[in-house]
C-alpha cells in the first residue's frame, strides 16, 4: 500500500512564495511517476505537474510554467512543488498522486490514470 501525505500549504500573499511537499510511503517509490494536481471550488481537478521516476523530465500545465518546479528526492521518497510569483488564481487544494505507470503525452493530465493520492493541502493566494 502506498501513502502519500501533503504538506506546506497555507495563506500567502500575491507574489508570494510557497513550497509542498509530499511525503511517499510504500515500496518502489522510484518506479512511480508522480504529479501534483490542484482543485479550486466549484471546478473540477487540474493537472499541476509531473515528473518522471528518474526525475529526468518534468512536465507543467501552461498557466505555472515558469512559477512553478516540481521536483523529487529518491532517497528520502519525497516530492516537492516549489511555487513563486502565486496569483489568487493558484487558490486551490493541492495533491500530490502517484502512478506506477509511465503516463505519455496527455494521460499525465489525467487523474483517473493516478492510483494513489494524498489528502490534499490547502493554499490561498489573497490579492
Known amino acids: 500500500q502506498v501513502q502519500l501525505v501533503e504538506s506546506g500549504g497555507g495563506l500567502v500573499r500575491a507574489g508570494g512564495s510557497l513550497r509542498l511537499s509530499c511525503a511517499v510511503s510504500g515500496r518502489s517509490f522510484i518506479s512511480y511517476t508522480l504529479g501534483w494536481f490542484r482543485q479550486a471550488p466549484g471546478k473540477e481537478r487540474e493537472f499541476v505537474a509531473k515528473?518522471?521516476?528518474?526525475?529526468?523530465?518534468?512536465y507543467y500545465t501552461d498557466s505555472v510554467k515558469g512559477r512553478f518546479t516540481i521536483s523529487r528526492d529518491n532517497g528520502k521518497n519525497m516530492v516537492y512543488l516549489q511555487m513563486i510569483s502565486l496569483k489568487p488564481e493558484d487558490t486551490a487544494v493541492y495533491y500530490c498522486?502517484?502512478?506506477?505507470?509511465?503516463?505519455?503525452?496527455?494521460?499525465?493530465?489525467?487523474?483517473?490514470?493516478?492510483?494513489?493520492w494524498g489528502q490534499g493541502t490547502q493554499v490561498t493566494v489573497s490579492s
Open positions: 498522486a502517484a502512478s506506477a505507470s509511465s503516463l505519455f503525452g496527455t494521460l499525465r493530465a489525467d487523474p483517473a490514470r493516478y492510483d494513489y
Open positions: 515528473i518522471t521516476p528518474s526525475g529526468a523530465n518534468t
